[in-house]
Nanobody
Framework: QLVESGGGLVQAGGSLRLSCAAS????????MGWFRQAPGKEREFVAA????????YSTDSVKGRFTISRDKAKNTVYLQMNSLKPEDTAVYYC?????????????????WGQGTQVTVSS
């Protein structure tokens, strides 16, 4: 099970840190990712990290603003979001990739959290 937390309402230019805590099983062998879904839009890739943390990926619109990291001892993945913009408003989901995959797309994910709302006001 994956449980996200840390979402909320923030003004443009502000920061939030999302957390994704795993329970019931360990995801230490899985690459992990963050996705988001805005109202009326499809779920889209935001950022991903390899199983051992030595590689990270992010979509162009968040490069230089968002940072993904993981703490294997805590079985937790983080998404640090800085310089937030109104267009970052969405429900953010944590996901574990299929074994052998870095989850860069929805179909490459095996497990999902329930999501946490991020709202950025202008």
């Amino acid at each position: 099970q994956l449980v996200e937390s840390g979402g909320g309402l923030v003004q443009a230019g502000g920061s939030l840190r999302l957390s994704c805590a795993a329970s019931g099983r360990t995801f230490s062998s899985y690459a992990m990712g963050w996705f988001r879904q805005a109202p009326g839009k499809e779920r889209e890739f935001v950022a991903a990290i390899t199983w051992n943390g030595d590689g990270t990926y992010s979509t162009d619109s968040v490069k230089g603003r968002f940072t993904i990291s993981r703490d294997k001892a805590k079985n937790t993945v983080y998404l640090q979001m800085n310089s937030l913009k109104p267009e970052d408003t969405a429900v953010y989901y944590c996901a574990a990739g299929k074994l052998g995959y870095v989850p860069l797309a929805v179909y490459e994910c095996d497990y999902w959290g329930q999501g946490t709302q991020v709202t950025v006001s202008s």
